[in-house]
DNA sequence: GACTTCTGTTGCGTATTTTGAACTATAGGA
DNA sequence: TCCTATAGTTCAAAATACGCAACAGAAGTC
């Protein structure tokens, strides 16, 4: 059960999640929970030095310590450093940006990233999640998935605005039969991705992504530049199979 | 108080810097909890999604659900977000590894890096620590606070290994006065680091450094180098003042 | 400026929650 | 095969966290 730790990781995510510092009172209004509890609770958290005191005022806002204890984690990660030499090459040879990512129930969540060391905002950062059918890693990831589980999908997720179950359906099949997977204005208007599944005993555990601009990336673009993307994932297939 | 929170985050912490996964004995001699105190605490994180089993004989491992909450902390950061494109800028124009550090207790940890995407197995890592005497932005940020203060931290600190109190006086107060902080073999061996602070408020609130191989930079590219150094550093102050 | 209504924090008594020992079950090693 | 590890569960005892109320301060309103 553990109630008190519920709360105190809900509190702490929540906080993680807002804009500015908040205070006791507004985020027991949004937690259900009572002003002193909350209190109580940040206070531990700033104890703890999860948390701190931002206003005089006494609102809080998280610091950067689950950071650092998150990027302690994600260095061990086997999948992120079994693929980040890969990426880096595949960037190399095709001046795309790169991205890495799992799927994670309905979403993609994207573990990596490589990209031009230029001022360009991309849309995807690494710990941000995107609805999976939206963004081509998610369907390269969902193309190998049984239909049926994939229906169920599409069926529960409310965010299919625009999108036709069969259209997906044909969409993913096709990605199938080819082997890659392409959305045009998917994470973002004027961009064109290309994603490739990683296998890991014949599942389907990650995605490597490869993204341009719509005006840069025509046809024979894509085509030139697709093996290098079959060939990364491939190798990064290969190279976890050798690890475990 | 809060008990159960305080163990709870203990135990997702250590979870975070071990290797492989733990059972919940191991976990308990390390915390000073009872393995039943454990398994529930475990159990619980694993509910929340902190934690899964990673083997069927029960030991656990860190999910990367920690490391999703804070980078969408480390996302808001205003200084990693003004310092960036300075960051990119500067390892543009030198070619360098580029990192952004703080000053937390006694140690430095690094906020962001910007390096070469080729396969250069830089030693310092965003989410890093490392002892702030050792390397230059440590000694960047430690050379403008108060000597007392600095004595303190030195003789507290047991890694001061090879390190005499004076030697480090003497390079602090140079530092100080041209205004750069430079290590030989510190970090890392055959490494060179410059570091320059960044202030808000007068205070050494940051520092940028670079570094590469000692080879690479002799005295001269060094002294052709720096004024890029100083002036990335300089409009990050800028920038943080008008931030607030 | 006085008033009202928020805010965060803190005692305190109650009762919910967590706790540790004992117990079961299982797995690996000698 | 036994022995000793392990993990997980049950349960009564007790420590703990809880909410209410009270207080102090801030912020907005009339």
Redesign the interface.
């Known amino acids: 059960?553990?109630?008190?730790?519920?709360?105190?990781?809900q509190l702490?995510?929540t906080l993680?999640?807002s804009?500015g510092p908040r205070g006791a009172a507004e985020l027991g209004r949004e937690l259900d929970l009572t002003r002193s509890n909350v209190s109580?609770?940040l206070?531990?958290?700033a104890e703890?030095g999860?948390v701190r005191r931002a206003d005089e005022a006494g609102r809080y806002a998280?610091?950067?310590k689950?950071?650092?204890?998150?990027?302690?984690?994600?260095?061990?990660?086997p999948l992120r450093r079994t693929a980040q030499?890969f990426l880096?090459a595949l960037?190399?040879e095709t001046g795309l940006n790169v991205f890495l990512a799992v799927l994670d129930g309905d979403d993609v969540?994207y573990?990596d990233k490589?990209e031009a060391?230029?001022?360009s905002h991309v849309s995807a950062?690494?710990?941000?999640?995107l609805p999976a059918f939206l963004i081509s890693s998610g369907r390269a990831m969902l193309a190998w998935h049984k239909p049926e589980m994939v229906g169920a999908r599409v069926a529960s997720h409310p965010r299919t605005a625009g999108l036709d179950r069969d259209d997906l359906s044909a969409d993913l099949t096709l990605t199938r039969e080819r082997g890659w997977a392409m959305t045009v204005d998917g994470s973002r208007e004027g961009v064109i991705s290309l994603a490739v599944p990683v296998f890991l005993a014949d599942l389907p555990v990650a995605a490597v992504a490869m993204s341009g601009p719509k005006a840069e990336l025509d046809q024979k673009r894509r085509e030139a530049l697709l093996p290098a993307l079959l060939n990364a994932a491939a190798r990064i297939s290969e190279a976890l199979a050798h690890i475990g």
Chains 1, 2 share one sequence.
């Not at 059960?1 to 990781?9: A, Q, S």
């Not at 689950?66 to 990660?77: L, P």
């Open positions: 059960m553990d109630k008190t730790l519920r709360k105190g990781l702490l995510e993680a999640a804009n109580r609770l206070g531990t958290l703890l999860f998280a610091t950067l689950a950071w650092e204890i998150g990027m302690r984690i994600m260095s061990r990660d030499p880096r960037h190399a969540l573990l490589v060391n230029t001022i950062q690494p710990g941000m999640r």
